[in-house]
């Protein structure tokens, strides 16, 4: 059991304009007090965020993400949240180098399709459609998407992990939103869950552009 006293940093990342919503992220910026991914897992459990980041080198920037039941090698919420907190120019999760840029109040990084888990995108013929969605079964990992106005790159979106974790809906997904930009080819301005904001723009080499709005809403202690 880990006795170490540790602060836990809170941050809602993707949040709207106003600076509500986001997903909740929690940040451990010294991993060295959960030496092992079992001690991990279980705080990530404990805490039960979407995501809970781990910072093994705050200077280089290398990272360890779990959701509250499994281990990720990437995902784009808390890579977007520890580079703006740890005010990073890069960031190395185990699926590999994400290179990050500040712009304004936007934060973005830089990653591939291929370090995406499975997820099924699955379109709907309108934004009220994906807002009358109920949950489903656990089984399938869905990010629900449609159009608001396609000619601007405006869409709606909801996710549903289906993993039976405690996470039923997902808030606001970058991984599933960086998937969504190298299907369709475009920037996107994507509205999640209850009214995150989350931005793409594709680029060269297979790169997709992720970016959005971070904010600190509160140190924890455990």
């Given at each position: 059991m880990n006795t170490t006293v540790t602060d836990i940093d809170v941050?809602?990342?993707?949040?709207?304009?106003?600076?509500?919503?986001?997903n909740a992220l929690g940040v451990v910026r010294d991993g060295r007090g959960y030496p092992d991914?079992?001690?991990?897992?279980?705080?990530a459990k404990e805490l039960g965020f979407s995501e809970t980041v781990f910072v093994d080198d705050p200077e280089r920037g290398t990272v360890d993400i779990y959701t509250p039941g499994l281990r990720l090698p990437f995902a784009g919420h808390p890579l977007v949240g520890a580079a703006w907190l740890l005010d990073l120019e890069v960031v190395h999760?185990?699926?590999?180098?994400?290179?990050?840029?500040?712009?304004?109040?936007?934060t973005w990084i830089e990653a591939r399709a291929e370090w995406v888990p499975p997820r099924t995108l699955r379109r709907y013929g309108s934004a009220a459609e994906v807002e009358a969605l109920d949950v489903p079964e656990?089984?399938?990992?869905?990010y629900a998407w449609a159009w608001e106005e396609e000619a601007?790159?405006?869409?709606?979106a909801r996710a549903?992990?289906?993993?039976?974790?405690?996470?039923?809906?997902?808030?606001?997904?970058?991984?599933?939103?960086?998937?969504?930009?190298?299907?369709l080819g475009r920037a996107l301005n994507i509205t999640q869950g209850r009214g995150s904001q989350l931005?793409?723009?594709p680029g060269p080499d297979g790169i997709v552009e992720l970016g959005g709005r971070v904010r600190l809403e509160r140190t924890l202690t455990v």
């Open positions: 941050l809602r990342v993707f949040c709207a304009g106003d600076g509500r919503h986001g991914e079992a001690a991990r897992q279980a705080l999760p185990p699926a590999g180098e994400v290179w990050v840029r500040g712009d304004g109040e936007f656990p089984g399938e990992w869905i601007a790159g405006r869409v709606r549903f992990p289906g993993r039976g974790d405690g996470i039923d809906e997902d808030e606001a997904t970058g991984a599933a939103a960086l998937l969504l930009a190298a299907e931005l793409t723009a």
